[in-house]
């Protein structure tokens, strides 16, 4: 059975750091592209950050530069480094692998 687990979120003032965690079992990362995905109250779910199998990566246009995907596959987790942070950043953050989504974690910014 896969399971993925998001942590790391919480409250922050914009301009602050966070960093979320996606531990994952029954599934291995380094196999997989990996990706984390947000949504905000009343917005659909959009894309975020993706990690290939070959470590290469993408970003939205609205994160590029702030946030930092990573892989630690000893772990066989997968982080998001969020910079910078701003208002319009607060949503609920999912990691996604294969077909299966973690339960989310929640990220606030306040201004």
């Known amino acids: 059975q896969v399971q993925l687990v998001e942590s790391g979120g919480g409250l922050v003032q914009a301009g602050g750091s966070l960093r979320l965690s996606c531990a994952a079992s029954g599934i291995i990362f380094s196999d997989n592209v990996v990706g984390w995905y947000r949504q905000a109250p009343g917005k659909q779910r959009e894309w975020v950050a993706t990690?290939?199998?070959?470590?290469?990566?993408n970003y939205a246009n609205s994160v590029k530069g702030r946030f930092t995907i990573s892989r630690d596959s000893g772990k066989n987790t997968v982080y998001l480094q969020m910079n910078s942070l701003k208002p319009e950043d607060t949503a609920v953050y999912y990691c996604?692998?294969?077909?299966?989504w973690g339960q989310g974690t929640q990220v606030t910014v306040s201004s």
């Open positions: 990690i290939t199998s070959g470590g290469s990566t």
């Open positions: 996604y692998a294969f077909v299966h």
